[in-house]
């Protein structure tokens, strides 16, 4: 019976063969194999190569086209989302859709952001820029209001000349001020549970006239 042989053993050989750094019969004697096979093994390594590539193209081939239309069906994903996503932001406000807007998040820029939304990127710098600046200026109009009036609260400043903002709009700032209204708040007063209950004496009397009488 024969001996059989792998074919990693077979290419081996073959390729070695195909350098021509030694004869088949140095071959065969390092193998440990008959010169014929080696020869044949040559053979046959080189009538398989235009198969082996024409194989390895077709697979790189079908992998592309995988990945291809894997792309194409994720792209017609996010293009349905954003189109939905789009025409259900036509219902919010601009304010609404600015406060949308995160500066913090690192994978898509506020250029990218103001673009997903509707809204210009020059107008949510310019209206962040310049709320603020009117933010300051109110703070300092409520804390002088508060300095002198410490009992009124968010709709009481509403109500003073220079405050030309709603009441929740003044409310959130004197939050972030960390100020509120001073007034007494209920159950400023309550009984020790330790000390003792003393009975009412008139509860059960009918008191009809004076005792001065």
Known sequence: MGKSYTAEFKAKVALEAVKGDKQFSELAFKYDVHPSQVTQWKKDLLSNLPDIFSSKK???????EHTEAK???????????????????????????????????????????????????????????????????????????????????????????GIDIGRYKVRRLMREMGIHAIYPKKKITTKNKGHKTYPHLLENLDIYKSDLV
Not at 86 to 94: G, R
Not at 138 to 150: A, N
Request: hydrophobic share 30%; charged share 35%.
């Open 58 to 64: 077709k697979k790189q081939e079908k992998q592309r």
């Open 71 to 161: 792309l194409f069906e994720e792209i017609g994903r996010l293009k349905v989302e954003v189109n939905w996503l789009k025409k259900n932001l036509t219902s919010l406000t601009d304010s609404d859709r600015k406060q949308m807007l995160d500066s913090l998040v690192k994978n898509i820029s506020i250029s990218r952001q103001c673009n997903l939304l509707g809204i210009s990127r020059s107008a949510y710098y310019y209206e962040s820029t310049r709320s603020d600046k009117m933010d300051i200026q109110t703070k300092r109009l409520i804390d002088k209001i508060y300095i002198r009036h410490p009992f009124k609260g968010s709709r009481r400043i509403m109500d003073d000349k």
